[in-house]
């Protein structure tokens, strides 16, 4: 079975702080883990993928296939980085997306 | 270009009623996908059509959840005799078809069945 676990519901810190936000997947195969973003009054949008193995928005994610883990990280937050983050895993030759519950990013000034 | 739309943006029903809601893909784009976003469970599959290919169904929760794609393009998913716990912001996206080619995700309609 596919399964996508943010641990943090809600994570706030201060503007210039890291940040990472984290995500472990179940998945018997090889996965590909996508980070979707969604700002205030805004649509899901694709945030970064770990094939593309860039940096968007100053954010960065690698994939540990021996943890399981996709966490996202960026060095210094800043406070248009406020919005809800999904993990999202997709199965070998699938299409469809299994999302995490998401997490609800805030950065304070 | 535009988008994905979806219409209508909100939609009030009483329990036991049928819906439809209507989503319209980015043009030129062949794969088309059904989630259902609640309070509690997140982001879920419901649907994915590809083409001409028979759709994955595996996320529809119950026979009263249906859906359609007319000409490859336009796509209506229907629930039948509403519950209260079908209430949710429901999103379609679309992409072009290649493995794993990035979904645009339209606004989503929000239902709320009383």
């Known amino acids: 079975a596919q399964r996508v676990t943010q641990p943090e519901k809600l994570l706030s810190v201060f503007k210039g702080a890291p940040v990472e936000l984290k995500c472990n997947y179940s998945y018997s195969g090889s996965p590909e883990l996508f980070w979707y973003v969604q700002y205030s009054r805004q649509r899901l949008q694709l945030l970064l993928r770990h094939i593309s193995r860039e940096s968007i928005k100053g954010f960065t994610a690698d994939l540990n296939k021996g943890e399981t883990s996709f966490h996202l990280k960026k060095p210094f937050a800043q406070e248009e980085d406020s919005a809800m983050y999904y993990c999202?895993?997709?199965?070998?030759?699938?299409?469809?997306?299994?999302f995490g519950q998401g997490t609800r990013l805030t950065i304070n000034p | 270009g535009a988008g994905v739309s979806q219409s209508p943006s909100n939609k009030v029903t009483e329990k036991g009623k049928d819906v439809e809601l209507r989503c319209d893909p980015i043009s030129g784009h062949t794969a088309l996908y059904w989630y259902r976003q609640s309070l509690g469970q997140g982001l879920e599959f419901l649907i994915y059509f590809q083409g001409n290919s028979a759709p994955d169904k595996s996320g529809l929760p119950s026979d009263r959840f249906s859906a359609e794609r007319t000409g490859g393009s336009v796509s209506t998913l229907t629930i039948q005799r509403t519950q209260q716990e079908d209430s949710a912001v429901y999103l379609c996206?679309?992409?072009?078809?290649?493995?794993?080619?990035?979904?645009?995700f339209g606004p989503g309609t929000r239902l709320l069945v009383l």
């Open positions: 999202a895993l997709s199965g070998q030759g699938a299409q469809k997306l299994v």
């Open positions: 996206a679309s992409s072009s078809y290649r493995a794993l080619e990035t979904q645009y």
